[in-house]
């Protein structure tokens, strides 16, 4: 499939935090498992009934090795923001192998040529099937993972479960299950089917009555509703978060509406420059609702619903604009959590695997999507983080980006993340459908610029150098540094690189071979 369904995340770490200074890719490996005892979900994978007849069981996996999970590459030179994003796209495309625990994390070395990073910082890329975790789950098990001090003590650790099994059902067992569950399963498709369409009846009449807004699905199709391919790219742009603050306070709207007045500005303005923007109507985003505050924990993991909401596009003004999508999303909250949209949706679980996969290769080698009505032009998933830091092995968490998952129909993918007072912006799109997301991204910076100034009006002017100076300075310098000339580049990298990896090793080894002034994988 084109669309694989994991979800993923990026940080950037400073190891001066760590004790002595540095970090050995066996300190991480150790963080790793110290931390999943206490998540035996991560340590489980899939059984397949034979025949797909049936869903397949969770088991503890006997032969769970975290360093199958956790792998460790490097940059190339010079190893600037450009080619961290290619590789992180790259990594992102990839499906899980899903006969394992379905996780996998990367510890990517050689950020030697991206400005504003504090020396000798390293990436860790984690992705995860969405069945394991959906956005709010995503941001806890992010949470889990990291330390809040650089070196916690014993009294800080968490209380690992024990390290328990599963022995994997025979075949017979599975077989013996499924005839059962196929019995259970058309009694619940029945059940499901009456109360589904009960609740609709009686969405459909709340509407009718306006007592509850209506979804809006009358945005115009563009060209991010091509068909998804296998190849993505990747981007992030960087704000203060007391710049959407300011915005916010000026405008009376949230954080979630600013992010997505930023959004709609630059998709205005990207296909605008491709001569695409819809001569009528307004750009529609889909916005995921995260379920546990809405009805209740559960043992699922994945509980996220979804709405729809314009970004009115067609609106010049950008605080006319902000004011609009604040109503927008108001209205489409009402509206989704009244819908009983996502359980029917759930109603496919029923189905036998060998059916369903079926019907998805059907939906995508036909390219149905095209013909689903609701247009909206990308998901907008904004995620709460933490605003205080997180360490990873002892190494200070420097910015965090997240990866959200495309559908067929659905070519770019927007989440919005803070941390310690920043916001992340980050950009998940198909290769073909958006090949410059260097493009995108300046216009994603010149559409907060935009929102900023009309927000503060005279004050801007005073506060523009503090505000926007912090406006993703690792993409401004990288950028210059290509305006500069490959042979300019690489010298540049060289000089930095000598300098910058040697707080990954230890001070008293500065003269070994420089293909092995890496991150340490076991001194």
């Keep these: 499939t084109n669309t694989p369904q994991h979800v993923g995340g990026?940080?950037?770490?400073?190891?001066?935090?760590?004790?002595?200074?540095?970090?050995?890719?066996?300190d991480v490996i150790a963080g790793f498992e110290r931390r999943l005892g206490s998540m035996p979900l991560f340590r489980t994978r899939l059984v397949e009934v034979p025949g797909g007849i049936d869903r397949p069981y969770w088991v503890k996996d006997a032969n769970f090795d975290v360093e199958f999970h956790l792998r460790h590459i490097?940059?190339?030179?010079?190893?600037?923001?450009?080619?961290?994003?290619?590789?992180?796209?790259?990594?992102?495309?990839?499906?899980?192998?899903?006969?394992?625990?379905?996780?996998?994390?990367?510890?990517?070395?050689?950020l030697d040529n991206i400005p504003n990073l504090p020396t000798g910082c390293f990436a860790?890329?984690?992705?995860?099937?969405?069945?394991?975790?959906?956005?709010?789950g995503g941001s806890s098990f992010m949470a889990a993972l990291h330390?809040?001090?650089?070196?916690?003590?014993?009294?800080?650790?968490?209380?690992?479960e024990p390290r328990l099994v599963d022995v994997e059902p025979a075949t017979a067992e599975l077989l013996t299950k499924a005839s059962i569950n196929s019995v259970k399963n058309t009694l619940g498709l029945a059940r499901g089917t009456m109360k589904a369409a009960r609740d609709l009846g009686k969405y459909a009449i709340d509407i009718a009555r306006k007592e509850i807004p209506a979804p809006d699905v009358s945005a115009p199709k563009t060209i991010l509703n091509r068909p998804v391919g296998p190849h993505r790219v990747f981007d992030a742009a960087e704000f203060p978060l007391e710049g959407f603050k300011d915005i916010k306070n000026a405008a009376d709207v949230t954080i979630n509406d600013v992010a997505l007045g930023v959004v709609g500005g630059a998709l205005k303005r990207y296909l605008e420059q491709k001569g695409e923007l819809p001569e009528e109507g307004s750009l529609a985003a889909g916005l995921p609702l995260n379920m546990r505050t809405r009805r209740?924990?559960?043992d699922e993991n994945n509980q996220v619903g979804s709405v729809f909401a314009s970004l009115h596009t067609d609106i010049e003004d950008p605080m006319e604009r902000l004011k609009a999508i604040r109503q927008s999303t108001d209205e489409a909250k009402v509206s989704g959590e009244a819908s009983p949209l996502v359980d029917t949706l759930a109603l496919a679980g029923v189905f036998a695997p060998v059916f369903t996969k079926a019907m998805a290769g059907i939906w995508s080698r036909n390219e149905l999507s095209r013909l689903i009505p609701v247009n909206i032009s990308t998901v907008i998933s904004n995620v709460p983080g933490p605003d205080f830091p997180l360490y990873c092995a002892g190494a200070r968490m420097v910015d965090y980006y997240g990866l959200g998952l495309l559908t067929p129909g659905m070519g770019i993918f927007h989440l919005v993340f803070s941390y310690s007072g920043k916001i992340?912006?980050?950009?998940?799109?198909?290769?073909d459908i958006m090949p410059d997301p260097e493009t995108y991204h300046d216009f994603l910076v010149s559409s907060f610029d935009e929102l900023y100034r009309a927000a503060l009006g005279h004050k801007a002017e005073g506060q523009q150098?503090?505000?926007?100076?912090e406006v993703s300075p690792k993409r401004d310098s990288a950028g210059k540094a290509r305006s500069d000339g490959k042979a300019g580049a690489k010298a540049k990298a060289g000089s930095k690189t000598r300098t910058r990896t040697l707080s990954l090793i230890h001070i008293s080894e500065p003269t070994r071979p420089r293909r092995q002034s890496r991150m340490p994988s076991s001194a």
């Design 10 to 26: 990026m940080g950037i770490y400073d190891p001066s935090s760590a004790p002595g200074g540095f970090v050995r890719f066996k």
């Design 74 to 110: 490097a940059l190339p030179e010079p190893g600037d923001w450009r080619q961290l994003c290619i590789q992180v796209a790259r990594l992102h495309s990839r499906p899980l192998d899903m006969s394992r625990p379905l996780w996998e994390a990367y510890i990517i070395e050689g």
């Design 124 to 136: 860790v890329y984690t992705k995860m099937h969405h069945s394991l975790v959906d956005g709010a």
């Design 147 to 160: 330390d809040l001090v650089p070196d916690p003590g014993e009294d800080d650790e968490p209380d690992a």
């Design 296 to 298: 209740g924990l559960t």
């Design 424 to 431: 992340t912006l980050s950009v998940l799109a198909d290769r």
């Design 465 to 469: 150098s503090a505000s926007l100076a």
